[in-house]
């Protein structure tokens, strides 16, 4: 397990990538191929628009309440294969590492749906450092609009030196 350490709280207050609004999002994912969702409202957008991730993860609740039941019923329609894990604020559990580990090992295959008990909010940490260079992780950064990342070595990196400190 993983956890956040306090002085690296204000670092992922800032974007790992490119800070987009909604209709930059789509624009820039028309030429993407393999996409993952971090977070309900960047999936349900994705869901609306047409566009399909190789995988989501989803807690079901937004800021610190549940989501709208029609953006829930969006959400749970998405995926041939469902995958829960337990995974507490401030953390990335194992359970929750392997889960996106697992989803990236079947890339293509099954459209996978990761929910998760407690809170998704580091699950993009794991999603960029596990992505193979083809992929492009995008998630919500509150108030602030969505995050684009690119599976880059650059990125990765910037991810591994967070990683390293939890």
Not at 71 to 80: D, L, P, R
């Amino acid at each position: 397990m993983r956890v956040l350490p306090e002085h690296l709280r204000n670092t992922l207050k800032e974007p790992l990538g490119m800070l987009v609004d909604e209709p930059e999002l789509v624009r820039l994912l028309a030429t993407k191929r393999h996409i993952v969702s971090i977070g309900d409202v960047v999936t349900y957008t994705l869901l609306t628009r047409r566009i399909e991730p190789l995988f989501c993860v989803v807690d079901y609740r937004t800021g610190r309440g549940d989501c709208e039941p029609s953006v829930k019923k969006t959400i749970q329609s998405f995926g041939k294969k469902t995958v829960r894990v337990n995974n507490p604020a401030g953390v990335i559990t194992d359970e929750l590492w392997n889960a996106i580990k697992q989803a990236y090992a079947q890339k293509g295959n099954i459209p996978v749906r990761i929910e998760v008990k407690g809170e998704e909010d580091l699950a993009a940490l794991a999603a960029i450092y596990l992505a193979p260079g083809d992929v492009t992780i995008i998630y919500g950064l509150p108030n602030k609009g969505v995050v684009v990342v690119p599976a880059t070595e650059e990125s990765k990196q910037k991810v591994k030196e967070i990683i390293n400190e939890m």
